[in-house]
C-alpha cells in the first residue's frame, strides 16, 4: 500500500498543476463550497480554511470574520492564492498540512473546510490538529466526500474490474466516531451533488483536472487501455446515462463540531 507521505504529495502535485485554471474548471467544487459557506452564522475573530486552494472561498470568509487564515498542502495553490489576494487586508495564506497546522493552539475561532480532509485518511489527526488550534467554544464546519461519492463510477469500474480505481471514502458514521473520539460535540448532516458530463472522457477529466484523481491504493488491475475505457463507457451508459449525459455524484459529509468551554 502507498505511504501516505507519498499519496499526500501526489495530491498536492496534481492541485498545484491546475491552480491557474482551478476556478474555471472545479464548478461542481465551488458550488459545494459556496453552499457551505452560507450556513456559517458565526463572525468576529479568526478563521482558518483548511484546504483554501486558490483562495475563492477563503475570501468570502472574511464577510464573517475579523482575520481569516489560508492552509494548503499545495505550494501552488498557495503561491496562486497570495499573489490573486495580494491587497486584501486581514486575509493570509500559509503552506502547510492538515494533519500538522501552521497555527497556535488555542488561536482560532472558527475553522472552515470544503471537499480537503477525505485526503487525510486517517482522518484523526486533522482532527486533533482542529481540536488544538480552536479556543474555548470554537467551533469548525467541516464538508467532507462520503462514501457515496462517484458510486456510479465505481459501479460501473466494479462490472469490468475487479479492483477498484475509486477512492475509497468514509461512512458518516465513521467520521462521527472519529469527532467524538477527538473530544467535539458533532452534528451531522449529509447533501447529494451531481454533475453531468456528455461522455465517460470529459467525467473523467473533470476529476482529473480538480486533481481529486490520485487513487490512494496500487492498482493490481488491468492497465487502462482505451479498450478499457470504451467498455467502461458503454456500462456507464447502459447503467446511468439520462438525457444522453452522465452523471457524477458527490456525496457531501456536513461534521459541524465544537470543543466545549
Not at 501552488?76 to 493570509?92: D, E, T
Not at 487525510?120 to 464538508?143: D, I, T
Request: proline share 3%.
Amino acid at each position: 500500500m502507498m505511504a501516505q507521505s507519498t499519496y499526500k504529495e501526489r495530491v498536492a502535485k496534481q492541485f498545484s498543476k491546475h491552480a491557474q485554471h482551478y476556478d474555471d474548471i472545479a464548478q461542481i467544487q465551488l458550488e459545494i463550497g459556496f453552499d457551505a459557506v452560507q450556513q456559517i452564522h458565526q463572525s468576529g475573530g479568526l478563521a482558518l480554511d483548511i484546504g483554501s486552494g486558490t483562495g475563492r472561498l477563503t475570501s468570502l470568509l472574511c464577510n464573517h470574520f475579523d482575520q481569516v487564515i489560508g492552509v494548503d498542502i499545495s505550494s501552488g495553490m498557495v503561491s496562486f492564492a497570495q499573489q490573486k489576494y495580494a491587497q486584501a487586508k486581514h486575509l493570509q495564506f500559509i503552506h502547510g498540512d492538515a494533519e500538522a497546522l501552521p497555527v497556535d493552539e488555542n488561536s482560532v475561532d472558527f475553522v472552515f473546510s470544503s471537499m480537503t480532509l477525505q485526503w487525510c485518511n486517517p482522518l484523526n489527526k486533522s482532527l486533533c490538529e482542529v481540536m488544538r488550534v480552536l479556543r474555548p467554544g470554537g467551533q469548525a464546519l467541516l464538508v467532507i466526500m462520503g462514501q457515496n461519492s462517484m458510486h456510479e463510477l465505481r459501479s460501473s469500474w466494479a462490472d469490468i474490474d475487479p479492483h477498484p480505481r475509486v477512492n475509497q471514502f468514509a461512512t458518516p458514521m465513521h467520521l462521527l466516531e472519529q469527532a467524538r473520539e477527538a473530544g467535539f460535540t458533532v452534528d451531522v448532516e449529509q447533501k447529494n451533488y451531481v454533475s453531468w458530463h456528455a461522455d465517460i472522457s470529459h467525467l473523467l477529466n473533470s476529476i482529473r483536472q480538480v486533481g481529486a484523481s490520485s487513487v490512494s491504493n496500487n492498482h493490481p488491475g488491468q492497465p487502462l487501455t482505451r479498450h478499457r475505457l470504451m467498455q467502461l463507457a458503454s456500462v456507464y451508459s447502459e447503467k446511468f446515462a439520462s438525457n444522453g449525459q452522465l452523471p457524477l455524484t458527490y456525496n457531501l459529509i456536513y461534521l459541524t463540531l465544537t470543543k466545549d468551554l
